[in-house]
């Protein structure tokens, strides 16, 4: 970098206020300074046995009316392909440390029915397996990552597990694979080891996991270490619990490779009353942002903590469980975690995109809870009815971040304002594609004003600014199967370039992705 831009730079820092005034922002952007890559992973989603998440969502079977390949459905197949999803958890989420492996492999007609005790009570026929699950994955071009029953679940079933999903050789779980179809063994590149050790996975201790986490470590075995690394990811900690890092890090971050974080946003910040998914007030939309906001504080505690043993900084954090989680929709089966999805959802997941983006350097996957009808889901099914959700939208229009290089950028936003609590209302990240291409993303979160970003660019000089808004008319705005468009994105005509100088009007509870070219 030459001298001229250097000074330019430090120009604007030194001029540039600790807020910003009134409605209005200044940013830098400086893309001559490439921070780290985005990972691709970081855009992950989960999908557990839960209420229509797999039977009804993914799931109808290969005799089903409703359109189908092979059992899945067509409309979700399509739909989710869009995304580009780059790895998805199954099957749990706590359901996984009650899930036996070897009852949803065979003939369906011949598996076993489960009792799902965690979610509804229900019977499950295991009809969506191991097979079911990889193929899937391979028909939307996605990777597994697949989660181990250590809570109820034995060594000697994990390790058979990885050798039926993954080894080449002559041996008994891979010919018993072969025997039912599959001859071929798939690419397994993530594993964890549990799920929730602290509560439903078994209600451990720190210490009495990290044990865990070592035994079953010791029998994952790399059939083909010269085609991939299994990738190990731990049981990390609730939300805050510092402690539990601590420890496992000290007795077993040596032989992980990633350690995950589990933080769901309540809007109330009250577990037994959590709030609506639709029809609230301001009061919680800005509670809703602001407690998401947390995770800003929570990744940057946990962070310091790891490098603490860890300082070459060779374990990832892993956040595979994240989102809103709200009281389930009036009438639907609470154990079935069905709710709504506003364009407040979609803001909430740019907030979290943009965090994970400035922690790109650690953040290394993460995974929204969850994909399909349950909870903050990308995609809603009733019957044969299909819907895209606001937090789908979001997904798609920050495609384009996974796997770019991060561009550092420098906000001094106004504040949102309400009952004497304050957040930022604006955020920004930045990022330059493969192909050289520099996209920004904005959010305003407030709820009726604009908000001007003046941008000054560094090593930057684009002729031209497009991309697209996602915004809606209501705090509350969602979609539904009878109106499926109400919030979805448009062309974004709101930014103008002038030499160095990038302005944009963002709307009212806005996200607009630009791409400067």
Known sequence: MSAKPLFILAAL?????????????????????????????????????????????????????IPNTHGYRNDVLAALRRLAIPQIRWPGGCFADEYHWKDGIGPREKRPSMYNSHWGGVVENNAFGTHEFLDFCELIGAEPYVCLNVGSGTVQEAMEWVEYM???????????????????????????????????????????????????????????????????????????????????MAMAGDRMDGLALHYY????????????????????YFSALRN??????????????????????????VVDEWGIWTDPTPGSHPGFLQQQNSIRDALLAALNFHIFHAHADRITMANIAQMVNVLQAMILTDGDKMVLTPTYHAFEMYRAFQGATSLPVKLATPDYAFNGEAIPAVSATAARDAAGTVHLALVNVLPRDSATVTCSLVGLAPKRAEGRVLTAPALDSHNTFDAPNTVAPQAFTGAAIAGDRLTVTLPAKSIVVLNLE
């Not at 989603?45 to 797999?54: C, K, P």
């Not at 929730?196 to 044990?211: H, I, L, V």
């Not at 470590?217 to 890092?245: L, M």
């Not at 998401?292 to 954090?317: F, N, Y």
């Open 166 to 248: 993954t080894s080449p050789a002559d041996s008994p779980m891979a010919n018993l694979r072969r025997a039912n179809g599959r001859d071929k063994p798939w690419k397994v590149p993530f594993i964890a080891v549990g799920n929730e050790s602290w509560g439903c996975g078994g209600n451990m201790r720190p210490e009495f996991s990290a044990d865990n986490f070592r035994r079953y470590d010791t029998f994952i075995k790399n059939y083909v270490p010269d085609e991939y690394h299994i990738q190990r990811i731990a049981c990390g900690p609730n939300s805050g619990d510092t402690n539990w890092t601590k420890v496992v």
């Open 292 to 317: 998401t906001l947390r995770m800003e504080e929570l990744i940057t505690r946990h962070l310091a903590i790891m490098d603490q043993t860890d300082p070459q900084r060779k374990v990832g954090l």
């Open 13 to 65: 820092l030194a001029a540039l206020p600790a807020r910003a005034a009134a409605a209005d922002a200044q940013l830098i952007l400086d893309a001559s300074k490439p921070g780290p890559v985005i990972s691709k992973n970081i855009y992950g989603q989960f999908a557990e046995h839960l209420g229509h998440g797999i039977y009804g969502g993914i799931w109808v079977g290969p005799d089903s009316p």
């Open 265 to 284: 946003t309540v809007p109330t910040g009250d577990w037994k009353h959590k709030g609506p998914a639709t029809g609230f007030g301001e009061d919680q």
